[in-house]
C-alpha cells in the first residue's frame, strides 16, 4: 500500500542512500593505493577489469518508452534544496564520484571518478576525475564542479545533505581532474562513501542563478538521462542522451534502456489505477493491498495476458512505516500517551478485513533486516544501554518489543482498558466522555493526510481513540499544504515510511538525532530528543566490525521502539507489480533495488505484439458498441 510520506520526495540519494557504510575497505591491496571503488566491511565483488555487473543483460535493446505515475504534485525541478515540491527523480539525471552496485550490501563503483584513494588514517580521500566525463550541455567535470557541489550542498541544500556531509575539514582542488578532501579525526566512518556519492553539478550554470532558489528550468547533469519537458504538477519527461559520455562503462552497461521516461502525476490513487487499465501508462508498483486483491482479475487485459503481475523479492531493509506522533505536541511528550495511542490501533482487524491479510506487523525500525532487535539484550547491548539504564522503561530489558496484538474481531477492550490506565496515570482523566487533564485541556490529535485512501484504515483507529475519550478527527489538506506542514512539524499524526540502507551510519542523526529535531525539513518528524538514542547513533558510526554494529543498532532499535514515538503498521519483504506486457527484464533480479527502471528494456517483438493486440480489442469494442 502507498504510504502518505514526503520520502518520495526527496533526491533518491536521500532515501536509499547511498549514503551508508560504516567501515571502508578500499578494494586496492594496500592502504592509500588507488582503486576502482570503495567496499564495506570487506572487498568488492568486482574487481579492476569487470565489464558489467551480473544483474543486468549486457546487450539489452536500447529503445522505447516507459511511462510511470507519481501520486501528488510539483512545482521544482531543484532535487537539491529543501523548497518546492519535486517530482520522481528517476536517478539517471545526476551523477556522483562513484556508484553502487545493487547487489551487494553497500559497495560502490568508479563513475564520474575513474580512481579513488583512501589514506591509512582515513584522514584524506582523493578523487581523479575520469577525463571523458561530461555534463550534457557538453562542458567537462571538473573537480572544481566537485569542490561547488559540495560547498552548495552543505550551504544551500536540503539540511539532509548538510547533515550527511559534515566533517570535512577542507577541500582541495589539486587540478581539472584531482580534488582531495580532508577529513577531521573522528567523523564518522562513512563519511567518505557520503562524499563519494554527492550529485556533482555544474559550477558554470549556477553563475547567474542562485541554488537555493526552485526553478522550472532542469539542471543539466552528467547522467544518461536528460529533462527534456516539464509541465508542473501534470508530467515530467527524460530522454536518454544518445551522447552520454558514460554508456561504455563497466557501471553503466545493459543499464538504462529506454529512450525515454515519462511521469504523469495523479492526485487520487483510484483515478491513477484506472488510468492505467486505460492504457495511459505502462507499469505501476500496487501499494494498495485492496488495490492488488480484488481490482484486477476482472480487468480484460489482465484476464488475457495483456496486463502482467509479477512478485519482486526484496532482500532491501524494509524500513518503518509508521504513524509518528509530535512529541513537541504538549500532549504528545509524554511517552505513556503514546503507548496508549498505539493500544487503540487494530493491526490484526485491519490486516483482515482491509489488506486480506497481505501484510505483517511491523516490529522494528529496522524490520526485513539482520540488525533488527530480537530476543533480549545481549551483554554487549547491556553495556550500551547501561549509563541510561535509569532512564528507559523496564520492559525494555525483559526482551523485544512486541507491538500490542488482539483477535481481530475489531472488539479491541483489553487494550482500549489498558490505554485508558495509562491515560489516567499521565494526568488525562475522564470527564463528560472527554480526557482532560488538570486544567481542563481535551486531549485532541490529528491524523493529516493529503488523499482520502487512508481514511478506511484511519477511520476505525480514530473511532477507538474515541472510546477512551480522545478527541481524535482526520484533516486531509492538497499536497502542497501537507508538505508544508510536515516540513514546519505542523502536525499531530503523519504516516511516514524510512527505508534505512543495509549498513546504516550517519543519515540516523537526520531521522532521530536531536540535534535534527528542530531544524525544518529534517526527517525526525517525530521530534526525537533523547540523550540515549544520540549515543547509540554514535555507537553505530564507531562501529568497526560487523559484530559491533549490529550490537549499537540492536540497542537502538529497541530504544526507539520501547518509547513509542511511532504506531508500527507494516510491511512485506516484496514488491507488487503490474506492467503492460511489452518489457523483458535479465534473468538476475539485483538484490536490493527493483531494477526496473535503469535494467528491463522494451522488448520490441512484446511490444508489437501487444500493439496489435490491444487495437483487436479496441476494434472488438467498437464492433461490439454497434
Known amino acids: 500500500m502507498r504510504l502518505i510520506a514526503f520520502a518520495h520526495r526527496l533526491p533518491a540519494r536521500l532515501l536509499r542512500p547511498a ?3 560504516l567501515l571502508l575497505t578500499m578494494a586496492a591491496t594496500t592502504a592509500g593505493a588507488a582503486s576502482h571503488g570503495l567496499a564495506v566491511f570487506g572487498n568488492l565483488k568486482y574487481g579492476p577489469g569487470f565489464t558489467h ?7 539489452a535493446p536500447k529503445g522505447g518508452e516507459l511511462r510511470l505515475r507519481d501520486l501528488g504534485s510539483f512545482d521544482s525541478v531543484n532535487f537539491f534544496i529543501l523548497r518546492g515540491d519535486k517530482p520522481l527523480d528517476i536517478g539517471g539525471t545526476y551523477e556522483s564520484l562513484l556508484t553502487r552496485a545493487a547487489d551487494e550490501p553497500a559497495s560502490y563503483y568508479a563513475l564520474l571518478a575513474d580512481s579513488v584513494t583512501l589514506s591509512a588514517d582515513r584522514r584524506r580521500l582523493a578523487f581523479t576525475i575520469d ?12 573537480a ?16 539532509a545533505w548538510r547533515s550527511a556531509l559534515g566533517g570535512v575539514e ?11 578532501f580532508t577529513l577531521a579525526a573522528g567523523s564518522p566512518r562513512n563519511l567518505p562513501v557520503q562524499i563519494a556519492t554527492m550529485p556533482v553539478l555544474p559550477e558554470f550554470w549556477f553563475k547567474n542563478r542562485d541554488f537555493g532558489k526552485t526553478t522550472l528550468e532542469p539542471i543539466p547533469g552528467s547522467g544518461p538521462y536528460r529533462i527534456a519537458a516539464v509541465d508542473p504538477g501534470r508530467s515530467i519527461t527524460y530522454r536518454r542522451d544518445p551522447d552520454y559520455w558514460g554508456r561504455d562503462l563497466p557501471v553503466n552497461r545493459g543499464r538504462w534502456n529506454f529512450d525515454t521516461i515519462r511521469i504523469d502525476t495523479y492526485r487520487d490513487r483510484t483515478v ?3 488510468a492505467f487499465f486505460a492504457g495511459a501508462y505502462d507499469l505501476r508498483e500496487e501499494f494498495t493491498s485492496r488495490f492488488w486483491a480484488t481490482a484486477y482479475d476482472s480487468k480484460p487485459a489482465v484476464r488475457d495476458g495483456r496486463i502482467r503481475r509479477i512478485v519482486l523479492p526484496d532482500k532491501s531493509p524494509s524500513g518503518v512505516q509508521a504513524f509518528f506522533l509530535n512529541t513537541r505536541r504538549a500532549a504528545l511528550a509524554d511517552r505513556r500517551v503514546r503507548k496508549a495511542i498505539g493500544l487503540a490501533f487494530d493491526f490484526e482487524w485491519v490486516n483482515r478485513n482491509l489488506f486480506y491479510g497481505l501484510y505483517e506487523r511491523t516490529d522494528s525500525m529496522f524490520e526485513n533486516s539482520p540488525l533488527a532487535h530480537r530476543g533480549k539484550p545481549s551483554r554487549e547491548e547491556l553495556a550500551l544501554l547501561a549509563p541510561f539504564r535509569d532512564k528507559l522503561p523496564p520492559e525494555l530489558f525483559d526482551g523485544p518489543y512486541i507491538p500490542p496484538r488482539t483477535d481481530g474481531s475489531g472488539r479491541n477492550r483489553k487494550n482500549l482498558r489498558a490505554a485508558a490506565r495509562l491515560l489516567d496515570q499521565a494526568g488525562w482523566k475522564m470527564q463528560d466522555g472527554r480526557r482532560r487533564n488538570g486544567t481542563g485541556d481535551v486531549l485532541a490529535v490529528e491524523f493529516l493526510m493529503f488523499e482520502p485512501s487512508f481514511e478506511r484504515i484511519i477511520a476505525p483507529f480514530v473511532k477507538n481513540l474515541r472510546r477512551i475519550g480522545i478527541d481524535a478527527r482526520m484533516r486531509i489538506v492538497d499536497p502542497a499544504q501537507y508538505e508544508q506542514r510536515r516540513k514546519n ?16 551510519g550517519r543519515e540516523l542523526r537526520n531521522y532521530w538525532g536531536s540535534a535534527a529535531a528542530d531544524i525544518p525539513g529534517s526527517l525526525n ?17 564507531r562501529a568497526d566490525t560487523m559484530e559491533a554494529l549490529a550490537t549499537a543498532v540492536s540497542a537502538l532499535d529497541r530504544v526507539l521502539m520501547f518509547a513509542h514515538y511511532t504506531v508500527p503498521q507494516w510491511f512485506k519483504g516484496s514488491h507488487f507489480i503490474a506492467f503492460w506486457d511489452k518489457f523483458s527484464r535479465p534473468a538476475i533480479k539485483p538484490d536490493y533495488t527493483r531494477g526496473i527502471v535503469d535494467t528491463w528494456w522494451v522488448d520490441p517483438a512484446k511490444a508489437e505484439r501487444l500493439r496489435i493486440r490491444n487495437e483487436g480489442g479496441e476494434a472488438g469494442a467498437r464492433q461490439e458498441t454497434k
Not at 512539524?489 to 546504516?504: A, C, G, K, S, Y
Open 19 to 21: 549514503l551508508p557504510a
Open 144 to 159: 572544481g564542479d566537485v569542490a561547488f557541489s559540495y560547498r552548495m550542498l552543505t550551504q544551500k541544500g536540503h539540511p
Open 131 to 142: 577525463p571523458r566525463a561530461r555534463f550534457q550541455t557538453g562542458q567537462p567535470v571538473r
Open 272 to 274: 491513477a489505477l484506472e
Open 525 to 541: 518528524v517525530a521530534g526525537v530528543k533523547n540523550p540515549a538514542v544520540d549515543a547509540l547513533i554514535g555507537a553505530v558510526e
Open 53 to 59: 555487473f551480473d544483474y543486468v543483460n549486457p546487450d
Open 489 to 504: 512539524f505542523d502536525f499531530d499524526i503523519i504516516t511516514q515510511r524510512f527505508i534505512l540502507p543495509e549498513i546504516p
Open 170 to 180: 577542507d577541500v582541495s582542488v589539486e587540478n581539472d581532474r584531482k580534488i582531495t
